[in-house]
């Protein structure tokens, strides 16, 4: 979870303060994750994953989507607000998929619901000088549903690992052609190693070390769980980037994880 928080980070140090593109530091961010993940798959002597498949061409647009729009929300969001809205909208659309596909949810998750909404209304309702950046929101929102589309087409994976470096592999090219399209920026040497520790290490590495632990763990401690990286965003973001800890996010922090807590608390 630490090294799911330090991508919001890492991100907000590489793009706002490293001055690196956005749609660069995808690219450097998406090619290093892959060469790791890569090397993981190869040193297994499980057999190597299909890379090409429908399901896997659907994960990788997926994946794109998400690290482009990731990038283009912490030009102006610091990074525990640009987590919240991630793993909100994360939890809302996920929600949101298992009333469409008819689910039996109880009561409590619809409450859990209610309430990460509110929270995500209090954080971006306009309030004069301290609104929150529209673009940014608006890109983090496009980011935490892309990344929400990736969680679900990820269920029931029988190789996470093999999948996820297969998606990277894929994803590479398209968040490439993107730069190109954008246009390279100038990448300067600190921006690009952020980027590289962040997909090598806290993407690539961080991926491979949760889904070994995942295993080990029940469902309802798994969940639990995710709701730290917000909370770490913010903390890391207060202590490394001197980023403010207003009482709004507090208060917006509290009521979208809090939701997330009830929501979760009908599985057990």
Partial sequence: MCAFAANSVLNRIGVALQGMDP?????????????????LVLMRSAPRPAVLSTKRFAGAAALAVYMIGFSWAYITLDAGLGALILFGVLQIVVFGWAVIEGGKIPLMRWTGAGIALTGLCVLLWPSGTTAVPLGGSI???????????????????ADPLGATASNFLLCL????????????????????????IAGAITSGLGYALWYRALPALPTTVAGIAQLSVPVIAVAAGVLFLSEPLTLRLIIAGGLVLGGIAV???ARR
């Avoid at 660069?24 to 060469?35: H, K, P």
């Avoid at 983090?140 to 029931?156: F, K, Q, S, V």
């Fill in 173 to 196: 090219p398209l968040v490439a052609v993107a730069m190109l399209w954008a246009g390279v920026g100038t990448m300067p040497v600190p921006g690009v190693v952020t980027a590289v």
């Fill in 23 to 39: 749609m660069d530091f995808a690219t450097v961010r998406t090619g290093a994750g892959a060469l790791m993940l890569w090397i």
């Fill in 139 to 157: 890109a983090m929102t496009i980011a935490g549903a892309a990344w929400a589309a990736y969680t679900l087409l990820g269920r029931a994976e």
């Fill in 263 to 265: 929501s979760l608390a």
